[in-house]
Each structure stands twice: as structure tokens, then as C-alpha cells.
């Protein structure tokens, strides 16, 4: 059964939303974060990927404090990326609470930190960030693009001892028109040892079925379920 994983984007310590991660479209939907996920985890929810918005932007580790607070307010197993950049960033997520983190823009830019990484903690607790724009890598926030293609860039991690990624197709995200379903299906085609966890544009509970019936192991819905396109009791039967 496929894994519903809600997503919390943090901006300023506030829960919110953007568009195509374009930071000019950001929505706040709730001032504090503890009280999403603590209505996720009381709905049955196990899993919450937390992005540091700002982290991203400042590329460091700044919510940090929130990630905490989650951490020791409910159970659920945090996975939090935005902004690691450096041993000392992966040291303070796991010390506040985080179960994973993910590595995105330092997966491109310092492979072999990253490589570092999966031998020291394991390829269950670094998830690689593949976020897409036109089939290639987008890093820093997705304002930039590199040159890595996505099947050359999770071929060359998973071959390194990867064995989650996050994919998230930017023409998709927070656009509620429905997840990049030939993507996945090619990458699953592709790596079949490798847990996929779709993320991006997931906007009605069939987007839901049909990536579970497309064998996606994961997904990460946001604007959906704030905007009550989705809501916690249709997932019910996935959170057992």
C-alpha cells in the first residue's frame, strides 16, 4: 500500500504553500506548524516531510527549532530537508528530531558529501532530492537548473547506496492538476529496488490511486489536503 506522507512548508516559522516553488506565490495556511501536525498524526498519519523554506534560501539549517518542536510534540517520523548543506546541518536535524533528511541542491553540487553521508548513516536515513524541471536536475530552491538528466542522476546515487528518493516534477507542484504519473512509472521501470516517493501536483484522491496502482511506494500531498481537495478521512484506509 502506498505511504501518505503531508508535507509542511516552512516560511518565517508559518506553515505555508507555494506555487511552482516560486516564493511569490507563498500562501500562509496555518501560524503554527505543531497544530498541523499534531491534527495529521491525530487523524492516523505516520509520516510528515518538513521543508525549511528558508533554509532552502539562506542554505543552511534555520528552522530547526520547529522541526523540534514537532519532533517532541507527536510521533511521527519526520523526514526534513531545505537548506542541508554541511555536516553541521545534518548534525542539527537529527539531533532535533528528524528520522531522515533529505539531500537535494548538495546532492548536485557536492556528490561526494552526500556519497559520505549514505555510508555513515545508510541509505534508510539520507533520502536523495530529485526535484525536476524538463528531465533535469533543479537545485537551489528550483531557481536553478543543472545539467544532470534525472535517470543519469538516481542511477549514479543508487549504484552509491541510495535507496529513497523524493521526486517532485516543478512543472507539477502546488498546481493541483495531478502528479507526473509517466515520470514515475518510468523511474520505477527503470530502478526497481529504489522506494519512490512521488511529490508535486497531486490535486484529488484518484491522483492517489492511480499512483498506488502504478506501484509508487510514497506520496508527499500539501495544497490538497489544505486547500480540502483531499481530505484525512478519504486517506483513512492508507494510514492503518
Known amino acids: 500500500m502506498i505511504t501518505i506522507i503531508p508535507a509542511i512548508d516552512i516560511i518565517n516559522g508559518k506553515c505555508v504553500r507555494l506555487s511552482r516553488g516560486d516564493f511569490e506565490t507563498q500562501k500562509i495556511y496555518n501560524e503554527n506548524p505543531l497544530e498541523v501536525a499534531r491534527q ?6 505516520r509520516r510528515l516531510h518538513l521543508v525549511d523554506l528558508d533554509g532552502a534560501r539562506q542554505k543552511r539549517v534555520v528552522n530547526w527549532k520547529i522541526l523540534e518542536n514537532i519532533a517532541t510534540g507527536t510521533a511521527l517520523q519526520i523526514d526534513f530537508g531545505g537548506g542541508i548543506r554541511s555536516d553541521e546541518d545534518v548534525r542539527i536535524a537529527f ?3 528528524a528520522r531522515q533528511i533529505t539531500a537535494g541542491s548538495i546532492a548536485v553540487n557536492d556528490p561526494d558529501k552526500v556519497y559520505d553521508w549514505l555510508k555513515l548513516f545508510g ?3 539520507i533520502i536523495l532530492g530529485a526535484d525536476v524541471k ?3 536536475i533543479a537545485i537551489h530552491g528550483w531557481q536553478e537548473n543543472a545539467s ?4 543519469e542522476f538516481l542511477r549514479d546515487y543508487q549504484r552509491k547506496g541510495a535507496r529513497q528518493t ?4 516543478v512543472a507539477c507542484d502546488g498546481m493541483l492538476t495531478g502528479p507526473a504519473f509517466e515520470l514515475y512509472r518510468e523511474i520505477k521501470r527503470e530502478f526497481a529496488g529504489l522506494y519512490l516517493i512521488a511529490s508535486g501536483g497531486v490535486g484529488r484522491f484518484d491522483d492517489v490511486l492511480r499512483l498506488q496502482e502504478d506501484g509508487i511506494d510514497g506520496v508527499i500531498i500539501g495544497k490538497a ?3 480540502g481537495r483531499i481530505s484525512l478521512a478519504e486517506l483513512k484506509g492508507f494510514l492503518c
Not at 495529521?40 to 498519519?45: E, R, Y
Not at 544532470?148 to 535517470?151: A, Q, S
Open 134 to 136: 524538463d528531465r533535469k
Open 225 to 227: 489536503l489544505y486547500e
Open 40 to 45: 495529521f498524526a491525530d487523524a492516523g498519519v
Open 148 to 151: 544532470l538528466e534525472v535517470l
Open 123 to 125: 541509505g534508510e536515513k
Open 166 to 169: 523524493i521526486c517532485t516534477d
Open 95 to 97: 539531533e532535533s528530531g
